[in-house]
């Protein structure tokens, strides 16, 4: 069975990013399971980087910390739902993702060969016409499921600015019924 992990990384709730990874989401089998979390809504302390201290282990994750962890290990399919801010993924993912060089580094939890295989996607929406801005965020992610050995879904783009303006976006809809196909 799949298990699709929806990370929100969105300031606002319902967004036009969060908009669009919900009509892609409509498409899935009923089989796979689907969980969504709203990373503005977790108390996520900020990255210290301790790789150089004593013997560079980092503890095993606490609160939504350990949320995020486990949920992140129980995808089959994790999906980074971000929009574009300044060219690349929101701050509240930045973090998120930092958090990943931790656990990296947590003791017994092979947290790198744990996410090997599993599929990354990234969706997000841009204010900007030129799909070519959001190079640099689909650039990260890729990047990143590359280095982990995660196999490369693709990031579905869709054109928003202001609350709703997503629903005008007809080709991005339209990408979306057909995304995690």
């Known amino acids: 069975m799949s298990t699709y992990v929806f990370i929100l990384g969105s300031a606002r709730p319902g967004g036009n990013t ?16 689907q969980r969504w979390l709203r990373l503005g809504e977790l108390s996520l302390p900020r990255f210290g980087d301790v790789r150089h201290v004593g013997d560079g282990a980092y503890p095993e994750p606490e609160g939504d910390l350990r949320t995020l962890f486990d949920a ?16 690349s993924v929101s701050a509240d993912t930045k973090t998120y993702l930092d958090h990943w060089s931790g656990w990296l580094r947590v003791p017994g939890a092979d947290f790198r060969a744990r996410m090997a295989g599993k599929r990354l996607w990234g969706v997000s929406a841009l204010a900007d016409k030129d799909p070519a801005r959001a190079d640099p965020l689909v650039g990260t992610l890729r990047t990143i499921a590359d280095y982990l050995r995660m196999d490369w879904g693709g990031v579905l783009l869709g054109n928003g600015s202001k609350p709703g303006d997503i629903a005008a976006d007809a080709a991005a809809l339209r990408a979306a019924k057909s995304f995690f196909g």
């Open 18 to 33: 969060e908009t669009l990874a919900r009509a892609a989401a409509e498409q899935l089998p009923p089989t796979a399971e």
């Open 72 to 87: 992140t290990l129980a995808a089959t399919d994790l999906v980074i739902a971000s929009p574009l801010y300044w060219y």
